[in-house]
Each structure stands twice: as structure tokens, then as C-alpha cells.
């Protein structure tokens, strides 16, 4: 109840700040903008327990969380402009609010509850640079979203890349710019530990858009807050379409880590079909091999279907079922009961606003 009104409290004031603004703002060319996805599934699953077990919840939705978000934006003369994003995400089932870090780990410090928790950044934009500082989308997440049907999927089931390359970050300081048809972007975080500038992380990019091709790789690496572990990451992929209906989709990406002798490489394919203007089908596999020692070999594979029926431009319900093999030194992920297999059939309502 708690978090609930918290909530409600937040949204009664973003929308008071959002019928207020635009009248004393016009003169200085500002603009502020509320929006937002609810996104409520209710998902069956096996094998959720040490015996196998079955289980059913309603959750956060599969593919995209749900959020509540402000944007802002202010001219401020030659194509330069200020802007902000404020973004929190909650738990549609219960209205808790989401993406707390637990733990200080790899650049994040340690934050629960928060409730900017998805976003909450500065910056100033040019024609074709940007700087923002603050908690955002980390480097390899916001690529790898190209190289999926679904972009990063929400639900821990169905996400590989993401459990490796890290979602978002705390204390970072963002460049973007753009050289001919080349978009670039490098990106620090500060670890803010005092005598040491040794904790941070840090990511480069590069990607390239011409009508029908996408394509971006990636170098990434997390370093843990306490100064111990260095995770690197190499990304490459992009997406295809191959006419109106059909879009196609590949990546591939290794980790590797400093003391650890654990190495993952993954790699998915991917594609979205257009069947009728109001219903899509997607499909994708993902693999993440391990390796590194006998102990740590191993593998988690994941496939999906969706199909997604649009009843407008905001409103839509979709129908998920995917399976997760895990085998061997694969670590057990923490919504699987045991090892091996689990199914699961997702059904799900999402409105944007």
C-alpha cells in the first residue's frame, strides 16, 4: 500500500507539473511530457520449485516494463537544447516499485527502494552530439535491443545478453555523436570509491543505419565497486528488413572476465512478421555457451513465439511461450526450480500512453 500511494502521489504531481508547464514555458520554447506503458501478464510456468513444480503469477510484463516517466526539454538557441528524463517502474500486480539494486555490484551502488529507478538523467544536446549524466541505459544494453525482435526482454526468463552486459548503471557520464552516417557513443561511470578511480566502467559504440540495414558492435567493461572483478564484453549485430512484413534479426556477443576463468558466448537469431496490419508474430532462439573449466562448462538456450494482436496504436495483448535448457556448470537461474527445462505460456494486455 505503501508503494502504491507513492505511486499515485508521483503521478497526481507529474500530471499537475505537465498541465502547468507548457503555458509558462512557451516563451522559452520548453516542453514536458508525461507518458508511460502498463504492461500486466499473467504467466504459467513448470518447474519453478525443487520438485518440478507448477506455478502461475501475474507479473510485469514479458517484453517491456511497465513505467511511469517525464521527459522535459528546453531550446536554448543554435541548435542546442537541455534535456531530462525521470523514469520509474513498478509492478502493475502490486504496484511496487521495480529496479532497486540490492547490492553494490559492477558500477551501481546500493539502492533499495528507489523509485527513479529505470532512468533519471541531465544533459545537452546538439545537432548531432549529446552529453547526459546520470542513471541510464548501459552502452551494450541499449545496442543489443537492435539485434532482438522484442528488444532486451523484461522477464528474466527470456533475457540472456542483458544478464551479462548489465541493464543500467548508476553515476554515468554519456557522449553521443555523430560522424557522417556513423553514430557513436562512449560512455564512464564513476564507482565513487574514496583513494580509488580504478571501480568505474566503461563502454564504446559504434553503429550504422542506411534504409533497410542496421548494424552496431560494441566493447564494454564492468568493473565491480569494490575494485575485484573486471567483466569484458564484445558485442556485434543488426537487424534486416527484408521488405514490409518481415524484419530479421542476429547478434552475437563474449564475455569474459579478468580472475574468473569463465568465458560465455552467446548468439541469437531472430525475426518479426507483419501477418495483418493488427497482428505480428515474433520468433527468436538465443544460446549462451560457458565455458572456462570442467566445473564451468555448460549451457543455457532459450526460444521464444509471441504473437501480438493490436487493437489501436496504444493498446495491445500478446501471447508468450518459451522454454529454457540449462545444463551441466550453467549456474541455475533463479526462476527455474532445477536444471533442465522449464516451458512457460504467457498472456498478457499493454497500453502506452
Not at 532512468?119 to 549524466?133: A, F, N, P, T, Y
Not at 496504444?314 to 533463479?334: C, F, I, M
Request: hydrophobic share 35%.
Amino acid at each position: 500500500m505503501k508503494h502504491t500511494t507513492r505511486i499515485t502521489a508521483c503521478a497526481a504531481g507529474l500530471a499537475c507539473l505537465g498541465l502547468a508547464l507548457p503555458s509558462a514555458a512557451q516563451g522559452s520554447k520548453s516542453s514536458v511530457t508525461i507518458y508511460g506503458i502498463f504492461d500486466a501478464a499473467t504467466r504459467h510456468a513448470n518447474n519453478v520449485t525443487a520438485d518440478r513444480a507448477s506455478r502461475t503469477t501475474m507479473e510485469d510484463g514479458i517484453f517491456t516494463g511497465s513505467r511511469l516517466g517525464l521527459r522535459a526539454r528546453e531550446d536554448l538557441g543554435e541548435g542546442l537544447a537541455a534535456v531530462l528524463t525521470m523514469e520509474s517502474g513498478f509492478d502493475p500486480s502490486s504496484g511496487v516499485s521495480l529496479q532497486a539494486t540490492p547490492t553494490a555490484d559492477f558500477g551501481q551502488a546500493q539502492a533499495s527502494p528507489r523509485f527513479w529507478g529505470r532512468e533519471i538523467h541531465l544533459g545537452l544536446v546538439g545537432k548531432s552530439w549529446g552529453v547526459k549524466l546520470g542513471r541510464q541505459y548501459t552502452v551494450a544494453h541499449s545496442l543489443t535491443g537492435r539485434f532482438q525482435p522484442q528488444g532486451n526482454p523484461n522477464n528474466l526468463a527470456l533475457s540472456v545478453f542483458s544478464s551479462h552486459h548489465i541493464a543500467r548503471q548508476d553515476n554515468m557520464l554519456r557522449v553521443d555523436a555523430k560522424l557522417g552516417g556513423v553514430d557513436l557513443t562512449v560512455s564512464k561511470t564513476f564507482g565513487e570509491v574514496a583513494g580509488s578511480d580504478d571501480n568505474g566502467s566503461w563502454a564504446l559504440s559504434a553503429s550504422y543505419a542506411s534504409g533497410p540495414i542496421f548494424v552496431g558492435a560494441y566493447v564494454q567493461q564492468l568493473n565491480n565497486v569494490t575494485g575485484t572483478e573486471t567483466r569484458k564484453i564484445l558485442g556485434l549485430g543488426g537487424n534486416y528488413k527484408l521488405n514490409e512484413a518481415l524484419t530479421l534479426f542476429a547478434g552475437a556477443m563474449r564475455r569474459s572476465n579478468e580472475l574468473s576463468p569463465q568465458v560465455n558466448k552467446v548468439w541469437t537469431l531472430g525475426a518479426n512478421y507483419q501477418l495483418t496490419p493488427q497482428i505480428t508474430l515474433s520468433a527468436a532462439h538465443l544460446s549462451d555457451e560457458q565455458s572456462g573449466s570442467a566445473a564451468l562448462a555448460g549451457s543455457r538456450k532459450v526460444s521464444y513465439v509471441q504473437v501480438a494482436y493490436a487493437f489501436s496504436r496504444r493498446t495491445d495483448a500478446y501471447s508468450v511461450l518459451d522454454n529454457n535448457q540449462v545444463e551441466d556448470g550453467y549456474a541455475k537461474p533463479t526462476f527455474m526450480g532445477t536444471k533442465g527445462s522449464q516451458s512457460a505460456l504467457t498472456v498478457g494486455l499493454r497500453h502506452r500512453f
